[in-house]
């Protein structure tokens, strides 16, 4: 596990949890998660994942915005993946306890365009977990199809429709890159685009009428060129850095708190929804969170057990009668 230290001595704790082959390493999890601090947060915590194409700077923007050590692509030597699977790490010297999910880029060479599986996994399973999802988008990709992620999204808001209860989800369209035109214009394009993907995609009976407002927080920011305007995007980048403070008070940039697992809970959820995810067997949310509950009243009961076991005295008082 990787650890990179503020000046407050803070640390991200950086751990991949996914491996390229689609495995979640539950230990690691786990591991992340205690030397984090994750389990006494309770309900005060967020989760932030970003996901898009492959080479974007998905990984960069994660590190400058959070203060985190995922691995960066080094353009000097060529266009390639660089992160592979999925990672967690804790956001540095920001409130509430902010966990960071950086994902697999999407349309890489090294899966081809037929392996297409893993990518839409995460992606779903970043809409499952995180009150806020990072779209990373090229300027330049705006409008397009295939480079605009529209088809994985499509397939995601489907899949969406089938496995969950409604949770609104914060999506966060960063566009990379910025030109000339104005963000506003940008803004529209895109918010109209999400829109059009939405109103396609077959719901079931029980969300006919469900609005995309229903589900999603829609939200549009713009970053110029880091190769060619380093300095323009660390000052952009620290802007939108303090949208993340305080990101679950009631107008922050987290849409709906209903539902949070308590963080104590947070690793078994993931681990599970993944599971269910890999499987592609429907996921009742409410049923997951009483499954949630049930393992976790399970290991509290355990735990009380043992240290009632191991207390001398209360074994002596039982023998006694």
């Known amino acids: 596990m990787a650890a990179t230290a503020a000046a407050d001595g803070s640390e991200c704790h950086a751990a991949q949890v996914v491996g390229a082959d689609g495995e979640m390493d539950g230990a690691a999890m786990e591991r992340f998660a205690a030397a984090a601090g994750l389990a006494s947060r309770g309900l005060s915590y967020a989760v932030v994942s970003i996901f898009g194409p492959q080479g974007s700077g998905k990984s960069t923007l994660l590190n400058r915005l959070f203060g985190t050590s995922f691995t960066e692509m080094d353009a000097l030597k060529g266009r390639n993946q660089t992160t592979k699977g999925m990672w967690v790490a804790k956001a540095v010297g920001i409130e509430p306890f902010t966990v960071v999910m950086d994902l697999e880029g999407t349309d890489g060479r090294e899966r081809g ?10 992606a779903l399973f970043a809409l499952a977990v995180s009150d806020i999802v990072m779209i990373n988008l090229w300027c330049h990709d705006i409008g397009r199809e295939q480079a605009a992620n529209r088809p994985l999204l499509k397939t995601i808001f489907e899949v969406l429709m089938c496995l969950f209860s409604p949770r609104k989800t914060t999506l966060l369209l960063v566009i990379r890159d910025k030109t000339k035109t104005p963000v506003e214009y940008l803004a529209q394009a895109l918010t109209e685009d999400i829109q059009k993907i939405w109103d396609s995609v077959p719901k079931p009976e029980v969300f006919k009428e469900a609005s995309l407002s229903d589900f999603f927080n829609v939200d549009v920011t713009a ?3 880091y190769e060619e305007k380093e300095e323009l995007f ?3 980048v620290g802007k939108l850095r303090h949208r993340f403070i305080n990101s679950i008070a009631p107008s922050g940039l987290a849409a709906d708190r209903r ?7 947070f690793c078994i959820s993931a681990m599970q929804i993944w599971k269910v995810i890999q499987e592609n067997k429907d996921l009742n949310l409410p049923a997951h969170k009483v499954m949630v509950a049930t393992v976790r009243c ?14 001398e005295v209360t074994l002596l008082l039982c023998y006694s009668y």
Request: net charge negative; hydrophobic share 30%; proline share 3%.
């Open 298 to 311: 399970e290991e509290i009961a355990d735990e009380r057990l043992r240290c009632f076991m191991s207390d």
């Open 259 to 265: 539902g949070v697992i308590p963080a104590s809970a």
């Open 223 to 225: 970053l110029s060129s």
């Open 113 to 122: 365009e037929d392996d297409t599986a893993f990518e839409k996994q995460s």
């Open 234 to 236: 660390k000052e952009q």
